[in-house]
């Protein structure tokens, strides 16, 4: 029955994009990313801003690629256009992708998860390199003084939050064997739970902002100076082998992801956002 559902749900797909040359393309992004890059993009055009709009106090690592995402795939040639879902979609978008029914993910996912559905997939070329990736360890700020002394050379004297689905951060925090490893599939609540202090820790990238700190309706969370977390993978944009549109955007978004690596856009762009960042070159790594 599951896969007679997906059967028709892939002919409604196809006859839908077949109705027009130029198709409105539905993808799932999480809401909160959606609203930030709204809000950073500023009523610019997706084949004009420049990656200086990433200095930003809302930036952060998936608004980057949320917007780089789609500037590849213009700049490729990709002529159709997008309708955007907004929700908790990270759990899900890995079997969207697989069957067909999710274009492209418009956030980089491992290698080590982009394998795993191999046979449904097409792979880009690393957008971020392995050896490149630094999450920041983030609390509350009443916590930041206390926990730091807690930290050395592993987490075991600390909770921690993550979710399952970010496979690499959770086999990386496993491996640094935490006193409590809980899982939560929304970011946000795991951000609440760190801000009130129900958890000790979460795993983060770096913004631009000093001290490094996240905060929205409900949490501030705020990174622990001077200790770091190397996440050992490579991260890239997948596209679906069986949607209809899988082939022109993977063809698209190779020649886009080159043009804007020659011209040094992405490292700029994760520069201004301060996910690159040489405030912390010298922090301790775990």
Same mark, same amino acid.
């Given at each position: 029955?599951?896969?007679?559902? *997906?059967?028709? *749900? ?59 995402? #789609? ?9 159709? %256009?997008?309708?955007?879902? *907004? ?12 069957? &067909? ?6 956030? %980089? ?8 559905? %191999? ?48 496979? =690499? ?34 795993? =983060? ?10 905060? &929205?309706? &409900? ?11 190397? *996440? #050992? ?40 956002? &301060? ?12």
């Amino acid at each position: 029955m599951r896969s007679l559902k *997906l059967l028709l *749900l892939k002919v409604l797909l196809i006859l839908d994009l077949s109705l027009s040359a130029h198709a409105r393309v539905s993808i799932s992004i999480e809401e909160d990313i959606y609203l930030y890059a709204k809000e950073i993009l500023a009523e610019q055009s997706i084949s004009d801003f420049s990656a200086d709009i990433f200095d930003h106090p809302k930036c952060q690592r998936d608004v980057v690629e949320f917007l780089i995402a #789609q500037r590849a795939l213009h700049e490729g040639g990709f002529k159709h %256009t997008f309708s955007f879902t *907004l929700g908790n979609y990270d759990a899900r978008n890995l079997k969207l992708l697989e069957s &067909g029914l999710l274009l492209m993910s418009f956030d %980089t996912i491992w290698l080590s998860q982009a394998k795993m559905i %191999t046979n449904d997939v097409y792979i880009s070329e690393p957008i971020i390199k392995k050896g490149n990736y630094f999450a920041g360890i983030y609390t509350s700020h009443i916590n930041k003084a206390r926990l730091r002394n807690k930290i050395t050379r592993d987490l075991s004297n600390v909770s921690v939050v993550s979710s399952k689905a970010w496979l =690499v951060d959770w086999l990386t925090l496993k491996a640094l064997s935490p006193k409590q490893l809980h899982h939560e599939d929304d970011w946000i609540t795991m951000a609440k739970l760190v801000s009130n202090g129900w958890v000790d820790v979460m795993l =983060v990238s770096f913004n631009n902002t000093r001290p490094f700190f996240y905060e &929205g309706a &409900g949490y501030r969370i705020e990174a622990i100076e001077g200790v770091k977390v190397a *996440l #050992q993978d490579s991260r890239h944009f997948v596209v679906s082998r069986h949607h209809p549109l899988g082939d022109e955007a993977y063809d698209a978004l190779k020649l886009g992801l080159a043009k804007l690596k020659e011209s040094h856009f992405i490292h700029r762009a994760y520069r201004q956002c &301060g996910f690159i960042n040489p405030l912390v070159d010298d922090w301790h790594t775990l």
